[in-house]
């Protein structure tokens, strides 16, 4: 009996080794640089919010558009690549950068100490900041007057980090806390419809919006949450990819090619 049980925790450790020595080899490849593995496929997908106009959104037709978009196509086109652009849940973006099922995260995506934990991080290639967006007729007109008012947000979003830094603002707000929303379309409908008082977003976003409906029923405070800026999200190993996509957005620069893809989504912004 002794014998039969001595066997059986052989066995067990046996087992427990492999599959402790599989995880390991798993976890080695997962940390190399897909690079490689990329050219082979000839392949990149990009992950994006796809209601972030003009940054990545869809058309009266459905097709994916926007700043981001036509520069991510020529960036990789240059490089011999094809772009599948894959919307995703924002919320959960660098968790699927970082479990492979995108392989960046490229839509309007600020550079923010947090997210540096997370992932890498190319040059920055467009400033932005978070503003303060209300109705024309609201009493709004500074942070202070946000106290007791219903301020939105879109949920996990740079805009978010930034009104978090001012807690002192924050605590004022209708609930001591923001009203979150899984898109900023639905906070600036929300604010259209009264159901909140002013939303805190990206200047390129709110300001592209309302440039589509009618300026004179928004009003822009001039008080903001902060200057940022934006880059591409890399998984911390894909040093190659980093390396390509910073040296192409350089000569694209340089040649007029991001200017002509500028104007054509900013003019007159």
Request: with cysteine; proline share 2%; hydrophobic share 35%.
């Amino acid at each position: 009996m002794k014998k039969k049980n001595y066997f059986i925790m052989l066995l067990v450790i046996l087992v427990f080794s492999i599959v402790s020595l599989t995880g390991c080899s798993k976890e080695a490849v997962s940390n190399e640089d897909s690079f490689e593995e990329l050219e082979e496929k000839g392949e990149i997908i990009m992950g994006l919010d796809d209601t972030f106009a003009p940054m990545g959104f869809r058309d009266d037709k459905g097709e994916l558009v926007g700043f981001d978009v036509d520069l991510a196509k020529e960036v990789f086109k240059r490089a011999g690549f094809e772009v599948k652009l894959q919307p995703i849940d924002w919320t959960m973006k660098e968790t699927e950068l970082n479990s492979g099922n995108i392989d960046v995260i490229w839509n309007g995506y600020s550079i923010t100490e947090e997210r540096k934990e997370k992932v890498a991080f190319t040059k920055p290639y467009l400033e932005n900041k978070q503003i303060i967006l209300t109705l024309s007729d609201s009493s709004i007109n500074s942070k202070a007057d946000l106290e007791n008012k219903k301020v939105a947000v879109q949920s996990e979003s740079s805009a978010l980090e930034a009104i978090n830094k001012e807690p002192e603002i924050v605590e004022t707000f209708d609930g001591g806390e923001p009203v979150l929303f899984d898109t900023n379309h639905e906070a600036i409908m929300d604010l259209e419809a009264g159901r909140v008082n002013a939303v805190v977003g990206d200047e390129v976003l709110i300001r592209y919006y309302i440039k589509q409906k009618n300026p004179e029923d928004y009003k822009i405070l001039e008080e903001d949450f902060g200057e940022e800026e934006y880059g591409i999200g890399l998984r911390k190993e894909d040093k190659k990819l980093l390396e390509l996509i910073n040296k192409t957005l350089d000569e694209m620069r340089e040649d007029g090619s991001y200017d002509e893809i500028y104007g054509k989504w900013f003019e007159g912004k």
